[in-house]
């Protein structure tokens, strides 16, 4: 089955500074690669996403890339905020019957420093 | 239109106690997962479902048992409670995309 591997699992910045986490999956024919963003205490929300048909994708301070070939996908986030900080997750679809299953990270632990 | 409600926010359960973790969605979304989060260990799939009457076997089953007899509801049975089921529940929904999203979580401790 699909396996993700996320890295590094914490990661603290400076205000401003920028934040990149990374993930590696297992499975070449997996094609959708969602990021999630889970603050203390609350559900997991989907931030960005990109299909293996684009290899970059922005929404303002948030850019996504996939590296199709290396079988890896990151997260970048720039001008960081304190609001920024929260548990990242990146996910990639299993392959196969269509039940739309994804395989998660194990998270990385955001901290902004004022 | 609330979405994806779960119910309850917390339980605390003794070891060889029974309970059911609801799951509701009001949005008419086809696919419903249940998934379990442990520090440290990202989100694993337990049971899911392609719709009514249908249920799968996701990456860690073991102790758990589902039903899905309507779109709206699909709850997560708990029989024999252990320690080891100590965790954050979740239920996601999806429309036969691969974007999933989220209810708000059940806290369960087994002690």
């Known amino acids: 089955g699909e396996n993700v591997e996320q890295h590094p699992s914490t990661l603290s910045v400076q205000e401003g500074d920028s934040a990149v986490i990374k993930c590696t999956y297992s499975d070449s024919a997996s094609n959708y690669f969602p990021w999630y963003k889970q603050e203390l205490g609350k559900r997991p929300q989907l931030i960005i996403d990109?299909?293996?048909?684009?290899g970059e994708k922005k929404d303002q301070r948030i850019a996504v890339t996939l590296n199709k070939t290396a079988k890896h996908f990151s997260l970048h986030i720039t001008e960081t905020q304190p609001e920024d900080s929260a548990v990242y997750f990146c996910?990639?679809?299993?392959?196969?019957?269509?039940?739309?299953?994804?395989?998660f990270g194990a998270g990385t632990t955001v901290t902004v420093r004022a | 239109n609330a979405g994806v409600t779960q119910t309850p926010k917390f339980r605390i359960l003794k070891i060889g106690q029974s309970m059911t973790l609801q799951c509701t969605q009001d949005m008419n979304h086809n696919y419903m997962y249940w998934y379990r989060q442990d520090p440290g260990m990202g989100l694993k799939l337990i049971y899911y479902s392609v719709g009514a009457g249908i249920t799968d076997k996701g990456e860690v089953p073991n102790g758990y048992n589902v039903s899905r007899s309507t779109t709206e509801d699909f709850p997560l049975r708990l029989e024999l409670a252990a320690p080891s089921q100590t965790s954050v529940y979740f239920c996601?929904?999806?429309?036969?995309?691969?974007?999933?999203?989220f209810g708000p979580g059940t806290r369960l401790t087994v002690t």
């Open positions: 996910a990639a679809s299993i392959p196969g019957a269509n039940d739309y299953k994804l395989s």
């Open positions: 996601a929904i999806g429309q036969g995309t691969y974007e999933q999203y």
């Open positions: 990109i299909r293996s048909n684009v």
